[in-house]
Nanobody, 129 residues
Framework: QVQLVESGGGLVQPGGSLRLSCVAS????????IGWFRQAPGKEREEISC????????YYRDSVKDRFTISRDNAKNTVYLQMNYLKPEDTAVYYC??????????????????????WGQGIQVTVSS
């Protein structure tokens, strides 16, 4: 059974850091694209960053470039999202997800939300003083 479990969220002051973890079970993450998404109250779920299996291509949305870093540890079946210089507008529920199709996608679409088949339950990140 495919399962994704996020951890590492919480309350942090503006300018602070958090590292989210996404532990996968029921499958090996090696060949699959794993993504991080977020949803703020009253807004649609949006992609943040994705990391491909195989070639390891990485996508970031513009608003998190140079602040967030995605990485994967295939031996631990885990994907991380290091978030630095957090801003109040980063406040949201954060989700990890897996694209169950191993077909490589172009960089421009690899993080397209409809491609992702299995989702974690989400974890709250609140950035506030």
């Amino acid at each position: 059974q495919v399962q994704l479990v996020e951890s590492g969220g919480g309350l942090v002051q503006p300018g602070g850091s958090l590292r989210l973890s996404c532990v996968a079970s029921g499958f090996d993450i090696d060949p699959y694209t794993i993504g991080w998404f977020r949803q703020a109250p009253g807004k649609e779920r949006e992609e943040i960053s994705c990391i491909a299996g195989g070639n390891g291509d990485i996508y970031y949305r513009d608003s998190v470039k140079d602040r967030f870093t995605i990485s994967r540890d295939n031996a631990k079946n885990t994907v991380y999202l290091q978030m630095n210089y957090l801003k109040p507008e980063d406040t949201a529920v954060y989700y990890c997800a897996v694209d169950a199709d191993t077909t490589p996608h172009p960089m421009g679409v690899m993080c397209w939300r409809p491609l992702f088949d299995y989702w974690g339950q989400g974890i709250q990140v609140t950035v506030s003083s």
